[in-house]
């Protein structure tokens, strides 16, 4: 059905087809419209789930945790300092192996107070266990929280799944919503170490020196399967529902000299910029990193690569320009820009193409730069 | 196959984390005389060391002195234990 949706509705929208049994989400800008939303399904009877009012972020994903272990779908939804508040919970439901699906709408880290799109907050989540996706549109939205819980709920993987949208350039915009009838494309969740109050046991108990390590070592297995269930489950949606997803989303990249890499909807700009370089002959493409993690394999071999980074790790750089170089041993040109919001416009990415310099890292917006 | 162990699941067994007796400074020592056997000692004992007849197993009573505190008759004392 064709509708027009916010990015946050279109979240909710996703989620009540998903049925989760339980839902406990705290409310913070810029993603609160998903709490409200969702809560107005349930109180009207569109969706029958539990909706936990927490006080906290903390409760919110502890709420989640609790009901997960019992083998039910869940579902959550933060932002910024929310989802710092939980970051002893999320470790403890990537740990415990739970498939809760939470949508992260992404927005800076005060001080200064700020409200506005930023990776950071996500990026601060990366080394718990969670899988994390970042989407660009309203539809795209849509569908990647549907196959979140696809992805998440699967036997080879079993870990949570975050859904990150950039917080009013998406959570707010509004966009055509091309929605599905998701029938069996989520099959019923089997959490093989269920509760089971007839036979009581303690989970993620004290677990020594000599146990630990495999423990950890079945995360970093599931991610490395899970890379082949993402794309089971592309392949299943285009199949299904007709639209194409893939780790990155790659715009002009067959023949083009230079690539840039970005996440979220500064992938989109990035698209415009693309398409004004080459009217002036310089041969440029896109690739927009979908899936940060796991994170894929890059096809970036022989060419000028220009990564935009939407957040910071202080003292050593750009956290998407390091993945890269690192990951494909390629030298980058990292541009830092869009922290808090800061307006990136398609002329700007073009300004960085042209002005590249492999190996620098540039600062948008400070006078002279680094 | 074995199964896939995705998360530490465990049994409470008796002894999981050892003889705590072993950690022991202070003795409790019952007065029987004072003892109106209310049971309040074994409910708030965290080792589950003390059975229904109030008889402390002294492999896993640490010497935590909280059945003393607790006692509403006074008839348990902490005795310094030379080991």
């Given at each position: 059905m064709l509708t027009v949706a916010t990015g946050n509705k279109a979240v909710a929208l996703a989620v009540k087809q998903a049925k989760p049994v339980v839902v406990a989400i705290y409310p913070i800008t810029p993603?609160?419209?998903?709490?409200?939303?969702?809560?107005?399904?349930?109180?009207?009877?569109?969706?029958?789930?539990?909706?936990?009012?927490?006080?906290?972020?903390?409760?919110?994903?502890?709420?989640c945790i609790g009901a997960s272990m019992t083998g039910v779908r869940t579902f959550t939804a933060t932002s910024s300092q929310g989802l710092l508040y939980m970051h002893e919970m999320t470790n403890w439901a990537a740990g415990a192996r739970l498939p809760i699906v939470m949508a992260n709408v992404n927005r800076a880290i005060g001080p200064g107070w700020n409200i506005w799109a930023e990776h950071t907050d996500a990026m601060q989540e990366r080394d718990t266990g969670w899988l994390q996706v970042y989407v660009s549109t309203v539809q795209e939205a849509y569908d990647t929280t549907l196959m979140a819980f696809r992805i998440a709920e699967h036997n080879d993987v079993l870990l949570p799944v975050m859904v990150n949208l950039d917080g009013f350039l998406l959570s707010h915009v509004m966009q055509p919503l091309d929605t599905v009838e998701p029938a069996d494309f989520i099959p019923p969740l089997h959490l093989p170490h269920t509760v089971d109050p007839k036979n009581p046991m303690g989970y993620g108990t004290l677990t020594g020196p000599d146990e630990y390590f495999k423990f950890r070592w079945d995360i970093e297995r599931s991610m490395r399967d899970?890379?082949?269930?993402?794309?089971?489950?592309?392949?299943?949606?285009?199949?299904?529902?007709?639209?194409?997803?893939?780790?990155?989303?790659?715009?002009?990249?067959e023949d083009a000299d230079v690539v840039v890499v970005s996440m979220g909807t500064l992938g989109k700009e990035v698209e415009v910029a693309v398409d004004n370089l080459r009217n002036e002959g310089i041969r440029a493409g896109s690739m927009r990193l979908r899936w940060f993690r796991p994170f894929p394999k890059l096809d970036l071999m022989n060419r000028d690569v220009?990564?935009?980074?939407r957040d910071y790790s202080f003292g050593f750089g750009g956290v998407l320009a390091h993945s890269i170089q690192a990951k494909n041993r390629t030298g980058v040109f990292s541009v830092i820009a869009g922290l808090g919001g800061q307006e990136v416009t398609y002329d700007d990415i073009a300004g960085f193409v042209k002005n590249r310099h492999i190996g620098r890292e540039y600062w948008f917006g400070v006078s002279d730069n680094v | 196959m074995s199964v896939r162990r995705r998360l530490a699941m465990s049994r409470p067994t008796e002894g999981a984390a050892g003889r705590t007796g072993s950690w022991r400074v202070f003795l409790p020592v019952i007065d029987r005389e004072r003892c109106n056997q209310c049971g309040l000692c074994q409910m708030y004992c965290p080792e589950g060391a003390i059975d229904e007849d109030l008889n402390i197993d002294l492999n896993f009573c640490k010497g935590c002195g909280?059945?003393?505190?607790?006692?509403?008759?006074?008839?348990?004392e902490m005795v310094r234990e030379d080991r």
């Open positions: 993603q609160t419209e998903i709490v409200e939303q969702i809560a107005q399904y349930v109180s009207q009877g569109d969706l029958s789930a539990r909706y936990i009012d927490v006080e906290s972020e903390h409760s919110a994903m502890a709420a899970s890379l082949r269930v993402i794309e089971a489950a592309h392949k299943e949606f285009f199949q299904r529902f007709g639209r194409t997803y893939g780790f990155t989303e790659d715009y002009r990249c220009v990564v935009i980074d | 909280i059945c003393a505190n607790e006692c509403p008759k006074k008839a348990i």
